[in-house]
């Protein structure tokens, strides 16, 4: 487990609020979940959390306004076969990410991502990061594509109710 104290980073939410990225600690989990919960119809096991936390902590971020988390990025590095060079290399996963929904279209998610990237590279090595996003959600497609993320391919019934997915890449 990282045993390091997270690093944080304050930016500018409006003129009166502030947020800060940090690092996820075992302890924000229970409010990570309730993001997830009310934000994302996939879940998780509490124990997939703290795996995730444990093994790639560098990886998995919180946004927190005055001690009170509103967002995360829960990411993890895999060896695989890239999308954007055909050789096997390490990659960067975001397995999930969420605002609540009264902190949205505020750059938070935005934020999450610049930072969890950097991250990946920087701290894990990774060459490139990929994400499943549903069809259907034209917004996190927009932010993803923004930070140039390319649709890599379509895949059919990803999702438990039936929909399909894109895989979105990013050479880093």
């Known amino acids: 487990m990282n045993?390091?104290?997270p690093q944080q980073r304050r930016i500018k939410l409006s003129k009166e609020k502030t947020y800060n990225i940090r690092e996820a600690r075992l302890e924000?989990?229970?409010q990570v979940i309730s993001i997830n919960?009310?934000?994302l119809p996939e879940h998780y096991p509490r124990v997939f959390w703290e795996e995730h936390v444990k093994r790639w902590g560098k990886a998995f971020l919180v946004a927190e306004v005055n001690g009170f988390i509103v967002g995360y990025i829960m990411c993890r590095v895999e060896w695989g076969w890239g999308f954007t060079k055909?050789?096997?290399l390490k990659k960067g996963h975001v397995i999930s990410i969420a605002v609540r929904?009264?902190?949205r279209r505020k750059g938070i998610g935005?934020?999450?991502m610049e930072e969890a990237m950097?991250?990946?590279k920087e701290v894990y090595g990774a060459e490139e990061v990929y994400l499943e996003v549903r069809v259907s959600n034209k917004p996190a497609i927009s932010l993803y594509e923004k930070l140039g993320f390319k649709i890599a391919k379509r895949v059919a019934a990803y999702y438990?109710?039936?929909e399909d997915a894109y895989i979105m890449v990013k050479q880093l």
């Open 118 to 120: 950097k991250a990946l």
């Open 110 to 112: 935005r934020k999450l």
């Open 3 to 5: 045993t390091s104290a």
């Open 160 to 162: 438990l109710d039936g």
């Open 86 to 88: 055909s050789k096997l």
């Open 101 to 103: 929904k009264e902190y």
């Open 28 to 30: 924000d989990l229970d």
């Open 37 to 39: 919960m009310e934000a």
